[in-house]
Every structure is written in C-alpha cells, then in structure tokens.
C-alpha cells in the first residue's frame, strides 16, 4: 500500500493533537486506525519529516489554541478509567510513534520560540515625557493627538500605537486634543480612572496627593470609567461639553455635574476670569497659572471679592490692578509674594 500524500489535513491534525497532548484526544483504536493509514510505509525519516510539515500548518500558535485544547484535555482525563491509559501507552510504546512525537514536539517548540521571540521584538518602545514644577510642556503624540502637560505632571505612552486603540497613562493634569479616528479609541489611564474617546478636547487631572481624578470636557464626548467599581451604577460616565466628571478614591464614587470654574484651562490659556470671586479663590488660580507661592498677610482679605478680566497678562501687572483696587501693596520676600492692606 502506497502513502496517500492526499489524505484529508483533518487526519493529519487529529493525530498530532493526540500526540501532542499525550493525553488521548482519541481512543486507541481511533489511533491505531490512523496510524495505519499514514504510517504503514512511512518508517523512515524522510517520511516522518513530510508528516511534521503537515503537522506545522496546524500548530502555528495562532490557530492552535492552546488553552482551550488543555482545558478539554483535562477534563477528558478525569472521565477516562484505568483501562483507557493503558491502550495509550500500548499505542505510544511504538517506536515509531514515539519518533513521530519527538520530531512533532521539536517543531512545536520551534513554533512557539519564534513567536515569542517575534512577539517580544515586536512590543512597541514605552516613552515617557514630563514637565517641572515651573513648566507647561506641549507636543504631539505618535497620532496627531496634542497634548498640553501642566506643571510636575509625567506622560507615558508607546513609540508606536497599536493596531486597535491609542493608549497612555497620565499622573497629573494635561490637556488632550485627541486626533478623530473613530476605528481606533484613544484611552487614559489616570490612577483609577480609565478615560476613553475618539476625538475630542478635554482636562484630565490626576495628581496621587490628590486623592481624585477630574475631567473636564470642552469638545465632543468623554467616557469616564472607574476601574474599582463597587456597582454598576457607579462604573460609567458619559461627559459631554461643559460638564465635569469627578472620581473620588475615598468612597470610589464616580459624580457627573457642571463645571462652574471658568479658569479651568487657565493654566494653559493664561485665560483669568474672575467674577465677583473671593481674593483667596483669585491667589490659589494665580498661583496654579503663574506657579508662585503668594500670601495674604491678613486673613480676613481672603472675603474680599474681585471682578476682572486678564487674558495673558503679566503677574506684575495683576499684582497692581489687586493693590491699587483694594488699597493694597505687594511685598516679595525670600521669593514669595505677600499681599497686605496699606499703613
């Protein structure tokens, strides 16, 4: 009987998976009738060989899913009686078999280095970017997407993206100008919060000191999960503009409102609008924009309430609209700036 080199692949991937697994996925007598067939004149090497090219096409990593067939191996194992491992091991005890296992595991093997050695080299470059405590940083990221870092806030995200999302982790406050790319969604992980869209423009601050993640949208749709969900009320926002949502680590709840600030991009913008707004609220906003360390020398100016506008202007030159509106002067001592009513 000659070899039937076109025998069905099917024959040819039952008898490597049993094989291969050593655990029977066939009986004995399924084996001993296969084995039959392709092996009654295969005994030499050259012949084994063209058997494991056969086996190659059904054992590429990407096609074999390994978990799955140990997981049914498993559990055939625990239905099978005593009986049964003893046909195997009749079966397996062929020398022939045992040289078509040997060559077959060698390849599988092979298989599996390649594809991990190609996997690994294939794993994109992680960059990281920062910025001080006295810094705005701006740059584009591999997407297009652009991206405003406030002070002491640090950016990591792949040399390259991946084929079916963009993401990065943030650890302090930026402000993205997603790219559109509506097959491919743009995702933040900041501390527990996992911020995803496809195009749009928002804040995302996450400072760990303070115990919470804020975004604040001013384009298009933000969803806002909580990574450490307790309940499925509390696993999801859907922020449109001008809202904020607020994840809060203390009693990991995640709360949707209005944002009321309109010096939130401040920061960046150097954009000040006050509008009857407390003397201290004014300080901590120029102190965040500006990033100085100002003081009132009486606490009882912090009631004082200013109304002004100050696109880009110098801290000087605020400074002295402060003092001459509520009879004030500036000292700066040791770097810090104190604010005091005039003697």
Known sequence: MKPNHNIEDEKWALLAMSIYDDDLKLTAEEKNKIAEELLSEQKEKVELLGMVEKVDLYFDLKKYPAEKALEKVQNKIQKRSQSSFKRVRKLISNPLMRYAAAVLVAVLLSVAGYEIVTNKAELPKILEISSTDQV????????????????????????????????????????????????????????????????????????????????????????????????????????DPGDKGTLVYSSNALLKTTNQDPNFMAWKTHNLIFRATSLNEVIRNLEKVYKVNIRLADPKLNGLLLTAHFNDYPLDFILKVIETTFQMETQKIDGQYILKAKS
């Open 136 to 239: 705005v940083k701006s740059f584009k990221l591999p997407d297009g997407t652009l991206v405003s870092l406030n002070s002491d806030t640090q950016l990591k995200y792949p040399k390259r993206f991946g084929k079916e999302t963009r993401e990065v982790t943030i650890e302090g406050e930026a402000f993205f100008e997603v790219k559109p790319n509506k097959n491919k969604p743009f995702i933040i992980h900041a501390g527990n919060a996992q911020i995803k869209v496809l195009g749009t423009s928002f804040i995302v601050s996450a400072y760990p000191r303070a115990r919470l993640v804020e975004v604040i949208v001013e384009t298009g749709k933000v969803q806002v999960s909580n990574k450490f969900t307790v309940t499925e009320q509390s696993n999801e926002l859907i922020l």
